[in-house]
């Protein structure tokens, strides 16, 4: 997938950002390659059970790629791994879309992301993987962050590596998301979903909106004046979700807890870090709950450089 996106990496931090805590790279252009692997599963479940009825997965797989930062222009292309799918004789399609622009103490996130088919497990165990192809999971939103203290701490630095930090500092962060989601099942069919309450959710077609208020806390430990980062993140949220294709209009509770750690080098011209993240929304329908599971583990290496003295096609 190809994106070009008129945003820069390098995002401007607030003017009034302590010079002892926070540099900024005398390069402002960068070029990445990374790698990693993402996982993704949805859960389905009565209310106040531990025990799932119903689970699908997504065949994910490794994947590699690049992004180039020049200027105001941001090009990015990755592709999946071959031979790393989790089921690696079925080929199903995966679309995502998403990239971030930040000014001051606000950070915002796009996005957009759309399972044509999924895995369903043989066993509990995930022991092999039967094919359901025919239905499709969307979801597409917008995360507002909110960092309080910005003057010490860099968000840059902490989550990309565009800043450097050169002393360790945190802050309370805030998000915001307002997310559309949707399942579409072509020719419902017991073959797969034996429990009746989640066939009846299933073939309905499902699509509802949410909204999720979280609060959580992010710390950039810094090591050699900001050469080494070691950068953990917490978040906890709640909030309510209504169903759109259903006669009811009563809102129900959503929660969700994400986690990331961060840790990598960091210089004028080089740097190189890993990234975790996880992420566990809890989703409760009218009828059923879904329990969405989402995980990545990334790393990236990148080269910054300096603007060319003559401009490509006038606009560069």
């Known amino acids: 997938m190809l994106i070009v996106i008129p945003y820069s990496k390098a995002c401007a931090q607030s003017n009034v950002a302590d010079s002892n805590y926070i540099a900024s790279f005398p390069k402002a252009n960068t070029i990445e390659f990374?790698?990693?692997i993402s996982a993704a599963s949805l859960n389905f479940k009565d209310a106040g059970e531990r025990?799932?009825?119903f689970r699908m997965v997504a065949n994910s797989s490794a994947y590699t790629g690049f992004f180039l930062?020049?200027?105001?222009?941001?090009?990015s292309y990755s592709v999946?791994?071959?031979g790393t799918r989790r089921a690696k004789d079925i080929k199903l399609k995966y679309t995502s879309f998403a990239f971030n622009f930040s000014k001051g103490r606000l950070?915002?996130?796009?996005f957009y992301g759309s399972y044509n088919g999924?895995?369903?497990?043989?066993n509990k165990r995930s022991e092999g993987f039967e094919e359901f192809r025919n239905i499709q999971y969307t979801n597409a939103g917008l995360d507002v962050y909110y960092f309080t203290n910005t003057r010490r701490f860099s968000p840059g630095a902490a989550n990309a590596f565009s800043q450097l930090q050169k002393k360790s500092a945190g802050s309370l962060f805030f998000m915001a998301t307002p997310i559309w989601q949707k399942i579409n099942w072509k020719d419902p069919s017991r073959e797969y979903i034996r429990d009746s309450g989640t066939y009846t959710l299933l073939s309905g077609d499902p699509q509802w909106v949410s909204f999720i208020l979280r609060a959580g806390y992010t710390y950039n430990f810094?090591?050699?004046g900001g050469k080494w980062s070691l950068v953990p993140s917490l978040l906890f949220g709640a909030g309510a979700l209504r169903e759109i294709?259903?006669?009811k209009k009563d809102l129900q509770f959503v929660s969700d807890i994400q986690g990331s750690v961060n840790l990598g080098y960091n210089s004028d011209t080089y740097y190189i870090y890993g990234r975790a993240w996880w992420d566990d929304l809890q989703t409760n329908f009218l009828i059923k709950h879904m329990h969405r599971v989402n995980s990545n583990f990334s790393i990236t290496a990148g080269y910054r450089f300096a603007s060319f003295k003559k401009k490509f096609a006038h606009i560069l």
């Open 34 to 36: 990374n790698t990693g």
């Open 51 to 53: 025990q799932n009825d």
């Open 69 to 75: 930062n020049y200027k105001w222009l941001s090009l």
């Open 80 to 82: 999946a791994i071959p």
């Open 107 to 110: 950070k915002f996130h796009p």
């Open 118 to 122: 999924l895995l369903v497990p043989r």
């Open 222 to 224: 810094s090591f050699n």
């Open 245 to 247: 294709n259903t006669d």
